[in-house]
């Protein structure tokens, strides 16, 4: 049996409308989950294949994390595919500091967090004080640099061009080309 904590306020989008997102995740993971609303508690219990049932904490904590229920349902898409959170808060001197650091992540009308995700394929939500990422481990690995870079200070030219040159890269991996992008 396994155990996560979601925020209070997420619980009603993992339970969903009359349980059905609740039910989903169950059948699709071939687990048993049991809601404490009180304190936001879910114990995992495995009911079926244990492979499903280990990627059932991550679609629980995906989703206390903001991600929504479909986007964190894909981790059960393919073996490879992962939940990872960037923790903001550990490198933020102070609220100020990590309100600016969040900002930065976001970008202007959200546009550095929407790049991440077009450039990479992954998907990306920031919540709290951290920023959860969906996708397969290269996809997940590039947004964790472009965050760090941010992080860090780097001016956002500088990580658009790290994430274009990465989606070439692995366009030309696969025998694609890249159109670049010219918002």
Known sequence: MQ??????????????????????????AEVQLDVDSENGSVAIEQTGDPL?????????????RDQPPEDALTLLDDEMRMFEIIDVGRVARNDNDLRRKKGRLIGE??????LMEELTGATVVIYGSTMGVI????????????AEMILDGAP???VYSFLERKRVEEL???????????G
């Open 3 to 28: 155990h996560v904590k979601i925020p209070q306020e997420r619980i009603g989008v993992l339970i969903g409308d009359g349980g059905e997102t609740l039910r989903r995740i169950e059948h699709a």
């Open 52 to 64: 499903l049932g280990m990627k059932a904490a991550d679609i629980v904590e995906a989703i206390g």
């Open 172 to 182: 030309k991996h696969q025998g694609l080309e890249y159109h670049e992008y010219n």
């Open 156 to 158: 956002h030219g500088t």
């Open 135 to 146: 996708g397969s481990p290269k996809e997940v690995d590039v947004v964790r640099k472009a």
């Open 109 to 114: 009308n959200g546009r550095t967090r929407e």
